[in-house]
């Protein structure tokens, strides 16, 4: 059996990453053999986030037990908060040979370039600081203060494409959920994915 890929889809905060990832998973050619790798966070919930389904809610003491004993892949302090991708929630289920996709930031993204290179590395633009600007406001979840920070960041966020493998500019939603979803298929017919099963077919022509 081969080896699951880590699939790292990143964007500055409200580019629409975890709406793609979401309408992604929605597909039962996509979803049903993808895992979908729910983060930690101190940050306290949105209006209608679940914890275990958006991600797993902790307080500090709790996050920073789980980082004592190394049991992050990958952890960051974003706009105050801590983020982190546990190791139990990736790893064994790669071994599996299971799909497994992340959804977090730019900085997290660098650290799990460094643990895992061979992971697919996919970063999601907005069409513009204008549009960026207006989807953060819409949310009515940040001050404006907060808002202008978080495209302060976004712009240093976005500088770090060169560092990615694959590029959506969420303009056209539906454009943009084709995109992500073409990255995942085409990796699965990688000939490193099928080589047991390319040999196998060339065997059964063996004289």
Known sequence: MSRGDLFIVSSPSGAGKTTLIRRVLEDPRIGGSLHFSVSHTTRLPRVGERTGVEYHFVDEAAFR??????????????????????RDEVEPRLDRGIDVLLDIDVQGARQVRSHVPEAVKVIVFPPSREVLEMRLKARGSDAPDVVLRRLAVARKEMEEWGEFDYAIINEDLEAAVDELRSILVARRAGKSRRRERLESILRSFAP
């Open 65 to 86: 037990a789980i980082e004592t004993r190394g049991g992050f892949l990958e952890w960051a302090v974003v706009h105050g908060n801590l983020y982190g991708t546990s």
